[in-house]
């Protein structure tokens, strides 16, 4: 039996240590301190004025804006749209290296811990990224998916089964932010708090106000772009939400306004999630569209309110469908200020087990408490603990451009791994059928005894069991397909060519970035 090669795991440990020294930037203390100094005590010093979050340092600063990377048309999926239409507008940069100034309002003892954490950062001695064109190095992803993961893909028609292929802007894109909850959580006032002011079509109150998902994406002006005109531009990361369907589409939106933060991150705002009980199915493939933006966030905030814990059907459905992406969620447990300090540690207690048994595992995410909005704090008893668990959270908020290259290549890895596993499984069923007589038959036993038979390919190929993927979506899709035949023999030089890409191609692309 012909040895299969695999992805080498020397090869992704010298990639992940290559990765991690694009991750240091510029310090983060004057962002921080301008948050502590507006949550210290009140959100609005006494000069009677709000200071929004300042300026966060721009992705790339070395390196020049350069245009998307776009695929030769023959690799370009149908549903994408390929029209030239032209850039947009870049943002205006600016000097980020000032020092905020300081309300006079500010206690001196709360800027010594201030002065301490940036006498750590200095002495660990932040790596010189000058040499490294990180634009270099994302569109040298995207050619290396293109050329060696793109084939794989289409020919086992991984789209059908799994999620469409990536785009050229999927790869260039601004890190991703995701936020999700139950209704009136204080998901849109958290976008609103982050941003300094209103974005347009804002809509906020007690009852369920977001009845869409909202891109906020950075502009010129304040403006909105339908769905429907913002999932057909091709510089755009949405292009891939085309296949939902004009029932999602009329529920998706882009809001474009000036904002620091915009100039570093999108951020997702999603409906409300329904409470209680199953309630009336939505007229689009809701979970779909979670999943979808779920694989390409870089973050995923969960917001629970402090007086409302339940976990109803439809969000333990969604947060099942977070658990390969346990590692982008953080849990945020707002309005947290409302209630007293024994109350608050009973609520923490309560959300972490509720949480361990929806996510089934001992490790709960990250968990976060606050009041992010612009009123200042019902309950001082434990000011100083809000303060601090909002700066971390706005701190992991902050480094998400400085994560972007790594985050890339990581996801990268991930999709690659699902990508071979699928080939596999349908290369193994494939040939399970027979060649004349009997094969409707046979794949309908094949779909049905489906976890055996994902064993049986596991053993055969020496696949790893945990990039299977799960069991009843498979089951599902396969059942859509009419003759498992029709697919082409799988092509083991192209899962060659793949592998190689982890071992050897990625950290050449880096090492020619590092002297680009």
């Known amino acids: 039996m012909q040895r299969v090669s695999s992805i080498h795991t020397g090869g992704i440990c010298r990639l ?56 030769d048309e023959e690799d370009v999926p149908s549903y994408h749209n390929n029209n030239n239409m032209p850039p947009p507008p870049l943002p205006p940069q600016e000097d980020f290296s000032r020092d905020f100034q300081h309300p006079p309002t500010h206690r001196e003892e709360d800027w010594e811990s201030q002065e301490d954490l940036s006498n750590t950062q200095q002495d660990s001695g932040a790596m010189d990224l000058s040499n490294f064109d990180k634009e270099f190095i994302l569109r040298g992803l995207a050619r290396l998916y293109r050329k060696k993961i793109l084939p794989l893909e289409l020919a086992s028609r991984y789209g059908h089964f799994h999620s469409p292929p990536l785009s050229p802007s999927d790869f260039d894109a601004p890190p991703l932010i995701l936020l999700l909850g139950q209704y009136s959580v204080g998901k849109t006032s958290f976008v609103k708090y982050l941003l300094g002011r209103d974005f347009p079509g804002i809509r906020v109150g007690p009852e369920p106000t977001t009845d869409r998902f909202t891109a906020i994406l950075w502009g010129g002006q304040d403006k909105i772009i339908p769905g429907a005109a913002l999932c057909s531009q091709a510089d755009r990361p949405f292009t891939g939400l085309n296949p939902f369907g004009n029932n999602f ?32 199915s939505r007229n689009y493939d809701y979970e779909g569209v979670m999943k979808w933006f779920a694989e390409r966030a870089d973050l995923i905030i969960v917001m629970f309110d402090a007086h409302k814990l339940d976990i109803s059907d439809e969000l333990k459905s969604v947060m099942e469908l977070m658990i390969p992406h346990l590692d982008k969620i953080r849990i945020v447990l707002n309005k947290a200020d409302s209630i007293s300090t024994q109350q608050l540690m009973r609520v923490y207690g309560a959300l972490m087990w509720s949480l361990g048994k929806v996510m089934n595992t001992p490790e709960v995410c990250r968990v976060y408490m606050g009041s992010f909005w612009d009123a200042p704090l019902q309950c001082t008893e434990q000011a100083e603990l809000l303060q601090r668990e909002e700066m971390d959270l706005l701190r992991d908020i902050m480094m998400l451009p400085q994560h972007a290259v790594m985050r890339r290549i990581n996801e990268m890895v991930k999709r690659a791994r699902s990508v071979k596993v699928h080939a596999y499984i349908i290369h193994y069923l494939r040939k399970q059928l027979p060649l004349t007589w009997g094969k409707r038959e046979k794949q309908k036993r094949l779909i049905g005894r489906l976890e055996s038979e994902f064993l049986a390919a596991a053993r055969r190929y020496g696949l790893p069991k945990g990039d299977f993927p799960a069991l009843e979506p498979m089951r599902q899709a396969l059942y859509e397909i009419k003759d498992l035949s029709d697919f082409p023999k799988l092509d083991k030089k192209l899962v060659r060519e793949m592998d190689k890409v982890f071992s050897q191609d990625i950290p050449e692309l880096l090492e020619r970035a590092k002297n680009h």
């Not at 983060?28 to 100094?37: D, G, S, T, Y």
């Not at 010093?45 to 300026?55: A, L, S, T």
């Open 249 to 280: 589409l009329s529920r998706m939106e882009a809001a474009e306004l000036d904002a620091p933060l915009l100039r570093n991150v999108t951020i997702i705002d999603t409906p409300g999630i329904l409470s209680g009980q199953k309630q009336r």
């Open 16 to 71: 992940l240590i290559s990765s991690v020294l694009l991750l240091q930037s510029c310090s983060a203390v004057p962002f921080l301190n301008r948050i502590h100094q507006i949550r210290a005590g009140s959100s609005y010093p006494q000069d009677g004025q709000y200071y929004p979050p300042p300026d966060l340092p721009p992705s790339f600063p070395d390196t020049p804006e350069l245009p998307p990377p776009l695929y």
